[in-house]
């Protein structure tokens, strides 16, 4: 008589917090008892060389990240302002026209340039918040770059953890005070308005994904194989779309029209859960070595991260193709609550080309967006059940 056993695959031990000697445990266990890969895949590069490689001990000597605002800049804002306010038009209507900033569109543009051809992030600092209105903040910040912003994409990010009616619905450390581990969004350009900064703590910090490749192309290729194929992502109870399944990493060949490029594009929730939003039962586990690819992303990008002094009235830019962000976790006081503002842009003239599986949600972030779809909300909310609305 034989004995079928049937072993069901579990999930690993990994949780949204990442924990650093579990990591090293997993990668030794890993080593010592299985033959792993010792080639990149196909055509993908051993090392790739440009101004987005770059390390936060040094970044600072070699590229100036920040551009204050001038009196003339701020002049140009305020009228601006003035002018939009008297079309009475909805804020979906806010272009270089309604808009109009003669000098600065200029500088706008060398910024998005810079985000996509050169070191793949900007800070552009001293907007007066304490002048404005909420909602003169939001049109300022909505022209503030020359581009194609999503229709329902503009968010707060802001501790609501505390509130009554967010109970039960927290599922992204966004909403509230803790750390935020180095993840991506979705979207080409991630851009964070700061209308106020936290009583102690919040720190933003930036990480060239680029530089992380390079490392683990260099010392562990099987990884940048496990990230290159398809990982299941949780759909958090969406009974049409369950789960859905995408590499986490995508190489594009140099072309005529564009350099060689690698993209990285994760959420660690999407794996681990957060909260009251945890890991689908009902869905295929990660594996081992997604778990410990998942850490090695983590645990590189803070050892080659940057941290910027974010600080009221800066806006961030990121390049959210080629750059990881995190945040350190912060207090609030009943006088100072920390409170940014989110977009998802895209620059139609320098855009990256969306590898495959991405087009499906870059099409739900960008195609169809018309001046009178577009919702700016004023105060923050939890939306999508805690998930990010939109976002997978």
């Known amino acids: 008589m034989t004995t079928t056993v049937t072993i069901t695959a579990q999930q690993p031990d990994i949780q949204y917090a990442p924990d650093v000697n579990k990591w090293h445990a997993r990668t030794e266990r890993r080593l010592r008892t299985e033959t792993l890969p010792a080639e990149l895949p196909s055509g993908f590069p051993a090392k790739l060389e440009s101004d987005l490689v770059w390390e936060g001990k040094d970044i600072a000597e070699r590229y100036n990240w920040t551009y204050v605002l001038t009196e003339a800049d701020l002049e140009e804002i305020d009228a601006a302002v003035r002018h939009f306010k008297s079309l009475n038009k909805p804020l979906g209507f806010i272009d270089p026209e309604t808009f109009p900033l003669p000098a600065l569109h200029s500088t706008l543009r060398d910024i998005s340039q810079e985000l996509h051809n050169g070191h793949g992030f900007k800070v552009v600092s001293g907007v007066p918040v304490d002048k404005y209105s909420r909602e003169e903040n939001i049109i300022i910040y909505d022209s503030s770059y020359d581009g194609t912003p999503a229709d329902v994409m503009l968010n707060h990010i802001k501790d609501l953890s505390t509130q009554e009616q967010s109970k039960g619905r927290i599922g992204a450390p966004a909403y509230t005070t803790d750390k935020q581990v ?24 930036l990480a060239s994904s680029w530089r992380v490749y390079n490392e683990l192309a260099e010392t562990r290729p099987d990884l940048i194989r496990t990230l290159a194929e398809n990982w299941t992502l949780d759909g958090f109870g969406n009974p049409q779309n369950p789960y859905h399944e995408r590499p986490l990493l995508f190489h594009q060949a140099a072309t005529g029209k564009q350099p060689e490029r690698v993209l990285i594009q994760y959420a660690r929730r999407n794996f681990t859960g957060f909260q009251d939003l945890p890991r689908s039962k009902n869905i295929p586990p990660i594996t081992e070595a997604h778990a ?9 990008a803070e ?22 962000h995190a945040r350190d976790g912060f207090q609030d006081t009943p006088e100072q609550q920390r409170h940014l503002v ?21 099409k739900q972030l960008y195609d169809g967006v018309t001046p009178e779809a577009q919702v700016f909300p004023l105060e923050p909310y939890i939306r999508g059940s805690a998930a990010g609305g939109r976002k997978e």
């Open 182 to 205: 180095f993840h991506t969004d979705a979207g080409d350009i991630i851009s964070l308005f700061a209308l106020n900064t936290a009583a102690a703590g919040g720190q933003s910090k």
């Open 292 to 300: 410990e690819a998942l850490d090695s992303l983590h645990f590189l």
């Open 303 to 324: 050892k080659y991260a940057v941290g910027l002094d974010f600080r009221k009235g800066d806006i961030q830019y990121i390049n959210n193709l080629s750059i990881f």
């Open 342 to 362: 989110r977009l998802w842009q895209r620059d139609p003239e320098y855009a990256w080309q969306t590898p495959e599986p991405l087009i499906r949600t870059w």
